[in-house]
Protein backbone atom coordinates (compact mmCIF):
# COMPACT_ATOMS: atom_id res chain seq x y z
CA UNK A 1 0.00 0.00 0.00
CA UNK A 2 1.36 3.34 -0.84
CA UNK A 3 1.99 5.95 2.09
CA UNK A 4 0.28 8.10 0.16
CA UNK A 5 -3.26 8.20 -1.80
CA UNK A 6 -4.91 10.12 -3.43
CA UNK A 7 -8.79 10.13 -4.42
CA UNK A 8 -9.99 9.93 -7.07
CA UNK A 9 -7.65 8.95 -9.51
CA UNK A 10 -9.25 11.17 -12.54
CA UNK A 11 -12.20 14.05 -12.15
CA UNK A 12 -14.14 15.89 -14.85
CA UNK A 13 -16.36 19.05 -13.87
CA UNK A 14 -18.73 21.04 -15.64
CA UNK A 15 -17.06 25.19 -15.13
CA UNK A 16 -18.35 26.56 -12.11
CA UNK A 17 -18.51 23.43 -10.06
CA UNK A 18 -17.18 22.93 -6.66
CA UNK A 19 -14.59 20.45 -6.81
CA UNK A 20 -12.44 18.28 -3.65
CA UNK A 21 -9.36 16.03 -3.95
CA UNK A 22 -8.70 13.85 -1.20
CA UNK A 23 -5.56 12.85 0.20
CA UNK A 24 -4.62 10.06 2.61
CA UNK A 25 -1.07 9.47 4.13
CA UNK A 26 -0.34 6.17 6.94
CA UNK A 27 3.32 8.05 8.25
CA UNK A 28 4.17 10.46 10.58
CA UNK A 29 4.46 14.14 9.06
CA UNK A 30 6.31 17.38 9.70
CA UNK A 31 4.12 18.66 6.40
CA UNK A 32 2.06 17.85 3.91
CA UNK A 33 2.16 19.93 0.12
CA UNK A 34 -0.34 20.36 -2.61
CA UNK A 35 1.29 20.50 -6.03
CA UNK A 36 -0.08 21.34 -9.58
CA UNK A 37 1.74 19.89 -12.49
CA UNK A 38 0.39 21.34 -15.93
CA UNK A 39 0.61 18.94 -19.15
CA UNK A 40 3.96 20.95 -19.90
CA UNK A 41 4.61 18.99 -16.88
CA UNK A 42 6.41 21.86 -14.36
CA UNK A 43 5.13 21.95 -10.77
CA UNK A 44 4.18 24.66 -8.61
CA UNK A 45 3.51 24.11 -5.17
CA UNK A 46 0.24 25.21 -4.16
CA UNK A 47 -0.01 25.07 -0.31
CA UNK A 48 2.25 23.77 2.19
CA UNK A 49 0.38 22.49 5.66
CA UNK A 50 1.06 21.53 9.03
CA UNK A 51 -1.99 21.96 10.47
CA UNK A 52 -5.84 23.62 10.19
CA UNK A 53 -6.47 25.39 6.79
CA UNK A 54 -5.04 27.70 4.29
CA UNK A 55 -6.83 29.64 1.00
CA UNK A 56 -5.65 31.14 -1.78
CA UNK A 57 -7.83 33.12 -4.20
CA UNK A 58 -10.30 30.17 -5.22
CA UNK A 59 -8.00 27.09 -3.86
CA UNK A 60 -8.52 26.22 0.02
CA UNK A 61 -6.67 23.44 1.88
CA UNK A 62 -7.21 21.40 4.60
CA UNK A 63 -5.67 19.26 7.02
CA UNK A 64 -6.98 16.55 9.99
CA UNK A 65 -3.55 15.71 11.55
CA UNK A 66 -5.53 13.13 13.84
CA UNK A 67 -6.89 11.49 11.25
CA UNK A 68 -4.09 11.48 8.48
CA UNK A 69 -6.31 13.45 5.99
CA UNK A 70 -6.19 15.98 3.69
CA UNK A 71 -8.78 18.16 1.19
CA UNK A 72 -7.58 20.50 -1.35
CA UNK A 73 -11.03 22.42 -2.30
CA UNK A 74 -11.38 24.33 -5.53
CA UNK A 75 -14.30 27.00 -5.73
CA UNK A 76 -16.09 28.09 -9.45
CA UNK A 77 -13.71 26.03 -11.11
CA UNK A 78 -12.54 27.14 -14.71
CA UNK A 79 -11.06 25.50 -17.63
CA UNK A 80 -7.45 26.39 -16.63
CA UNK A 81 -7.34 24.72 -13.34
CA UNK A 82 -7.41 21.46 -15.26
CA UNK A 83 -4.36 20.31 -14.01
CA UNK A 84 -2.86 16.76 -12.51
CA UNK A 85 -3.15 17.33 -8.65
CA UNK A 86 -0.13 15.92 -6.59
CA UNK A 87 -0.39 15.74 -2.77
CA UNK A 88 3.49 15.18 -1.08
CA UNK A 89 4.25 14.57 2.43
CA UNK A 90 7.24 15.79 4.13
CA UNK A 91 8.70 12.62 6.95
CA UNK A 92 8.81 13.71 10.46
CA UNK A 93 12.15 15.94 10.98
CA UNK A 94 15.36 14.61 11.42
CA UNK A 95 14.43 11.14 8.92
CA UNK A 96 15.34 11.52 5.07
CA UNK A 97 16.05 15.24 5.21
CA UNK A 98 13.40 17.10 3.04
CA UNK A 99 13.03 14.20 1.19
CA UNK A 100 9.03 14.02 0.08
CA UNK A 101 6.50 11.15 -0.67
CA UNK A 102 4.33 11.35 -3.35
CA UNK A 103 0.99 10.75 -4.23
CA UNK A 104 -0.17 9.37 -7.31
CA UNK A 105 -1.70 12.25 -8.51
CA UNK A 106 -5.69 13.65 -9.23
CA UNK A 107 -6.01 14.54 -13.44
CA UNK A 108 -8.50 17.23 -13.01
CA UNK A 109 -10.66 17.81 -16.30
CA UNK A 110 -12.87 21.02 -16.06
CA UNK A 111 -15.20 21.65 -19.79
CA UNK A 112 -16.26 24.88 -20.45
CA UNK B 1 13.47 36.31 -10.72
CA UNK B 2 14.62 33.29 -8.92
CA UNK B 3 13.93 29.40 -9.60
CA UNK B 4 15.10 26.38 -11.03
CA UNK B 5 16.11 25.81 -14.63
CA UNK B 6 16.31 22.66 -16.10
CA UNK B 7 17.80 21.87 -19.32
CA UNK B 8 17.02 20.72 -22.13
CA UNK B 9 13.29 20.12 -22.02
CA UNK B 10 13.50 17.31 -24.28
CA UNK B 11 16.38 14.93 -24.79
CA UNK B 12 16.67 12.27 -27.17
CA UNK B 13 19.68 9.39 -26.34
CA UNK B 14 20.74 5.98 -28.32
CA UNK B 15 20.58 3.14 -25.94
CA UNK B 16 24.31 2.46 -24.40
CA UNK B 17 24.59 6.14 -23.78
CA UNK B 18 25.13 8.34 -20.91
CA UNK B 19 23.54 11.93 -20.85
CA UNK B 20 23.67 14.33 -18.28
CA UNK B 21 20.72 16.64 -17.11
CA UNK B 22 21.59 19.77 -15.90
CA UNK B 23 19.69 21.85 -13.05
CA UNK B 24 20.58 25.07 -11.38
CA UNK B 25 19.15 26.90 -8.93
CA UNK B 26 19.39 30.71 -8.05
CA UNK B 27 17.54 30.51 -4.94
CA UNK B 28 20.52 30.02 -2.32
CA UNK B 29 19.06 27.05 -1.14
CA UNK B 30 21.05 24.06 0.01
CA UNK B 31 19.38 21.22 -0.41
CA UNK B 32 18.80 19.86 -3.94
CA UNK B 33 16.74 16.73 -5.17
CA UNK B 34 16.29 14.71 -8.24
CA UNK B 35 12.92 12.91 -8.97
CA UNK B 36 11.71 10.53 -11.73
CA UNK B 37 8.00 10.67 -12.88
CA UNK B 38 6.53 7.70 -14.95
CA UNK B 39 3.14 7.71 -16.31
CA UNK B 40 0.96 6.70 -13.43
CA UNK B 41 3.20 6.42 -11.10
CA UNK B 42 3.95 8.97 -8.54
CA UNK B 43 7.27 10.76 -8.45
CA UNK B 44 10.23 8.83 -7.13
CA UNK B 45 13.47 10.06 -5.49
CA UNK B 46 16.77 9.37 -7.11
CA UNK B 47 19.42 11.43 -4.98
CA UNK B 48 19.08 13.97 -2.72
CA UNK B 49 22.06 16.41 -1.71
CA UNK B 50 21.66 18.52 1.65
CA UNK B 51 25.20 20.84 1.09
CA UNK B 52 28.04 21.51 -1.65
CA UNK B 53 30.21 17.86 -1.79
CA UNK B 54 27.57 15.95 -0.36
CA UNK B 55 24.77 13.69 -1.79
CA UNK B 56 22.98 10.90 -0.84
CA UNK B 57 20.97 7.84 -2.78
CA UNK B 58 17.00 7.88 -2.89
CA UNK B 59 14.74 5.00 -3.23
CA UNK B 60 15.99 4.36 -6.89
CA UNK B 61 19.42 5.40 -7.49
CA UNK B 62 20.89 2.46 -9.26
CA UNK B 63 22.16 3.48 -13.18
CA UNK B 64 22.24 6.88 -12.05
CA UNK B 65 25.19 9.43 -10.47
CA UNK B 66 24.98 13.04 -9.28
CA UNK B 67 27.83 15.81 -8.34
CA UNK B 68 27.14 19.10 -6.31
CA UNK B 69 30.14 20.77 -6.56
CA UNK B 70 28.87 24.16 -6.33
CA UNK B 71 25.62 25.27 -4.59
CA UNK B 72 24.04 26.36 -7.94
CA UNK B 73 24.40 23.27 -9.51
CA UNK B 74 23.00 19.71 -9.09
CA UNK B 75 23.44 17.53 -12.66
CA UNK B 76 22.09 14.39 -12.92
CA UNK B 77 23.82 11.55 -15.11
CA UNK B 78 21.83 8.82 -16.33
CA UNK B 79 24.19 5.77 -16.98
CA UNK B 80 24.11 3.28 -19.18
CA UNK B 81 23.46 0.85 -16.53
CA UNK B 82 19.84 2.60 -15.83
CA UNK B 83 17.76 -0.35 -17.20
CA UNK B 84 14.62 1.69 -18.33
CA UNK B 85 15.64 5.13 -18.40
CA UNK B 86 12.66 6.93 -20.79
CA UNK B 87 11.05 9.59 -17.88
CA UNK B 88 10.30 12.68 -16.88
CA UNK B 89 13.06 13.76 -14.70
CA UNK B 90 12.12 16.65 -11.97
CA UNK B 91 14.84 18.80 -10.29
CA UNK B 92 13.77 20.61 -7.04
CA UNK B 93 15.19 22.36 -4.03
CA UNK B 94 14.74 23.67 -0.47
CA UNK B 95 14.10 26.57 1.27
CA UNK B 96 11.28 27.79 3.13
CA UNK B 97 8.95 25.30 0.84
CA UNK B 98 9.97 23.46 -2.42
CA UNK B 99 10.53 25.16 -5.63
CA UNK B 100 10.67 22.97 -8.96
CA UNK B 101 11.91 23.15 -12.28
CA UNK B 102 9.99 22.30 -15.24
CA UNK B 103 11.49 19.47 -15.83
CA UNK B 104 13.25 17.71 -18.78
CA UNK B 105 11.35 14.77 -20.54
CA UNK B 106 14.29 11.63 -22.13
CA UNK B 107 13.12 9.14 -24.67
CA UNK B 108 16.11 6.12 -25.11
CA UNK B 109 15.84 4.67 -28.60
Known amino acids: KNEVEQSPQNLTAQEGEFITINCSYSVGISALHWLQQHPGGGIVSLFM???GKKKHGRLIATINIQEKHSSLHITASHPRDSAVYIC??????????????FGQGTILTVHP | DGGITQSPKYLFRKEGQNVTLSCEQN?????MYWYRQDPGQGLRLIYY???????QKGDIAEGYSVSREKKESFPLTVTSAQKNPTAFYLC????????FGSGTRLTVV
Open chain 2, 27 to 31: LNHDA
Open chain 1, 88 to 101: AVTPVLGTSYGKLT
Open chain 2, 92 to 99: ASLGYGYT
Open chain 2, 49 to 55: SQIVNDF
Open chain 1, 49 to 51: LSS
